[in-house]
């Protein structure tokens, strides 16, 4: 996935500068609804990993902060040319994940949801029902005009708050090590980059 780096931090200064520098690389763009609207998805995750010194147990958890481009309905914000093929580019991805959470928060969802249709769903798996605790805070207009975009968000939310997780501590588990494996050719194919 283009523009994905990881980084390695021991405290949370280093952490915290992590985040500033992606958030400086955060995409926005001016248009008829927004002054400084996300033309862009941000997703910060925070692989936590700590070994019980005395039990030697490993534990891993995972925090992801996203921040989703918002749905803008093309006419309301004029947007032409390059702008026009990131908003639709937006909706396709938001359009996936709408598929998604529809599937998951059913009755009696399918064993099997698939998540790899989008980068964003790929990406946002993990957080998306089985293992996870997950919290969505919806940004919504007061103006009548965005009546519509304001329902839409809140419906989204609505059907959100039906999938249901079940977080359990994640010891060293079968998962844990395969993300761990997914995480080191991550990093492998960043530094190959780097020395090239």
């Not at 991805?93 to 009696?108: F, N, P, R, Y």
């Amino acid at each position: 996935i283009r523009n994905v780096t990881i980084k390695g931090a021991a405290d949370a200064g280093t952490l915290l500068a992590h985040y500033a520098k992606g958030l400086k690389h955060r995409h926005t763009r001016s248009h008829a609804m927004n002054d400084a609207s996300s033309r862009s998805h941000l997703i910060f995750s925070v692989l936590i990993e700590t070994v019980n010194r005395v039990s030697k147990k490993q534990t891993t958890g995972k925090l992801s902060l996203v921040d989703l481009a918002g749905s803008e309905r093309l006419k309301k914000t004029r947007i032409v040319g390059n702008g026009l093929e990131e908003a639709q580019a937006i909706n396709a991805s938001l359009h996936e994940l709408g598929q998604v959470i529809a599937t998951l928060s059913q009755d009696k969802p399918p064993d099997f949801v698939n998540k790899r249709n989008s980068r964003l769903t790929l990406l946002l798996s993990d957080s998306l029902g089985g293992n996870a605790k997950t919290l969505l805070i919806v940004c919504a207009s007061p103006a009548t005009y965005n009546l519509q975009e304001t329902l839409n968000s809140l419906e989204f939310a609505a059907r959100c708050k039906k999938i249901t997780n079940s977080a359990a501590k994640n010891d060293e588990t079968k998962q844990v090590k395969r993300m761990k494996l997914h995480y080191d050719q991550l990093l492998q194919e960043e530094r190959a980059k780097v020395e090239s």
